[in-house]
Nanobody, 117 residues
């Protein structure tokens, strides 16, 4: 059974920072892309940032320059450093891992990020 466990969410003032972490455990052969998505109330889930196994990254335009995604392949962990947070970043953030060998997608339970203005 594969598990993704997120941590690091919370309440922060606008302009502040938070760092999200997501650890993947269980019977997973190889992880290709790892990413962070978010879903605000009444909105669709959107991709925030994604990183390939080789380290290539892609960001949602509205977070580019403020957020940084990174990963530690040895620890099956992906991070999201969020700086200069804005009220519109408030959402539940979900970790995602894609296993290339099986084509399976795995999701974490979500962690709440609330930015007060």
């Amino acid at each position: 059974q594969v598990q993704l466990v997120e941590s690091g969410g919370g309440l922060v003032q606008a302009g502040g920072s938070l760092r999200l972490s997501c650890v993947v455990s269980g019977s997973i052969f190889s992880i290709n892309d790892m990413g962070w998505y978010r879903q605000a109330p009444g909105k669709q889930r959107e991709l925030v940032a994604i990183i390939s196994s080789g380290g290539s990254t892609h960001y949602l335009l509205s977070v580019k320059g403020r957020f940084t995604i990174s990963r530690d392949n040895a620890k099956n962990t992906v991070y999201l450093q969020m700086d200069s947070l804005k009220a519109e970043d408030t959402a539940v953030y979900y970790c995602n891992a894609f296993e290339g060998g099986t084509g399976d997608n795995y999701w974490g339970q979500g962690t709440q990020v609330t930015v007060s203005s």
